[in-house]
């Protein structure tokens, strides 16, 4: 397992620092996220084992319509993971982004998928605009998070955009957020403001760390 240099820092959950502060200590923990996360090795293998610990929760189990985030650059790799899921009778779930926002497809089959923009696997054009493949926030019985670094409370930082911030402020307050992660990931304390979403549940090649969720 990879070291982690900001795992014995106590960084406030709460962003009780002043501002600069408070983004400056973000910005580092994300930096050295950043490169944890390109140094993993094997990231195939590990991201199997991430994958396999994800399909056996029974919030997985349970759900009915679960949103995959799809893979890009050094993130845990999911892609390999959709055709297995798109057997089991749940609704699949992908999102792309339009304008800064998240949009969500309904997934059916991997040949609905292409490369699009900084070959990014993503819902072919011509599809984004079928009605039944348009799903809500609201829809989603799970969701499956993406992140740049976390900690044992569910605390979560992404590339600083919001995306999924936005999209979590939709989504329903039974639905669980689930991330996953590798080990190397996982920080001692994420700086959190007021409007940042703890995650229900981390999951990395060693454990499933409980989360405090949206509380």
Request: aromatic share 8%.
């Amino acid at each position: 397992m990879q070291s982690n240099p900001f795992r014995s820092y106590n960084f406030p959950i709460m962003s009780e620092a002043p501002v600069s502060e408070f983004h400056e200590r973000k910005a580092a923990i994300r930096k050295q996220a950043h490169e944890n996360r390109k140094n993993q090795p094997d990231k195939d293998t590990v991201s199997d084992a991430i994958l396999a610990r994800f399909l056996t929760l029974p919030e997985y189990r349970a759900a009915k319509t679960v949103m995959f985030y799809v893979d890009v650059r050094d993130e845990v790799r999911t892609r390999q993971a959709l055709p297995q899921a798109l057997e089991t009778g749940k609704r699949i779930v992908v999102p792309y982004c339009v304008d800064g926002e998240l949009e969500l497809f309904w997934l059916e089959s991997m040949d609905e998928l292409e490369l699009g923009m900084y070959r990014i696997l993503e819902p072919k054009n011509e599809l984004r605009s079928v009605a039944s493949k348009r799903l809500q926030p609201e829809d989603l019985d799970l969701i499956m998070v993406p992140g740049v670094a976390f900690d044992r409370t569910g605390g979560r930082t992404g590339h600083g955009k919001g995306y999924y911030d936005k999209l979590l402020e939709h989504a329903r307050l039974d639905t669980p957020l689930i991330a996953l992660a590798f080990e190397c990931q996982m920080f001692e304390a994420i700086p959190m403001d007021e409007h940042d979403v703890f995650m229900d549940k981390i999951v990395t090649e060693d454990a499933v760390y409980p989360g405090r969720g949206r509380q």
